[in-house]
């Protein structure tokens, strides 16, 4: 499922497949985003705490409010809350692309970029 959401992510031709300037856009981003994960997991716990995701995702630049980061506990995080780096991954190249793609964009822009993020991955 991590895997498949990836692709789709990534898949800007649309083609259900990446392309190899797709695929190494991917790849440089699960990079980052896995070495912001492992820093921010100060626990070292393999997982990170609610704390530690709001860390994650002020240190990928990414603004959310706490309501917003309850809810993306809630739906990626395990029961007990926590994050595993799959989750963490899966949800932080929605929110990058749904910030990258649609910065300096007008409103039908961006709501056909949530649509898309919303149906297709
Ligand atoms: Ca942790």
Known sequence: DACRCMVALMDTSVTGRLNSSEFIR?????IIYKDIFFQTDVSRTGTLSLTELRNALV???MRVSDDMLNLMALRYGASSGHMTL???ISLILR????????????PD?????????SMYT
């Open 95 to 106: 929110l990058d692309c749904m910030f990258s793609e649609s910065a300096g964009s007008g």
């Open 26 to 30: 991917l790849w440089n981003k699960v």
């Open 86 to 88: 799959e989750s963490f």
């Open 59 to 61: 240190a990928s630049g």
């Open 109 to 117: 822009q961006m709501s056909n970029r949530w649509i898309y993020v």
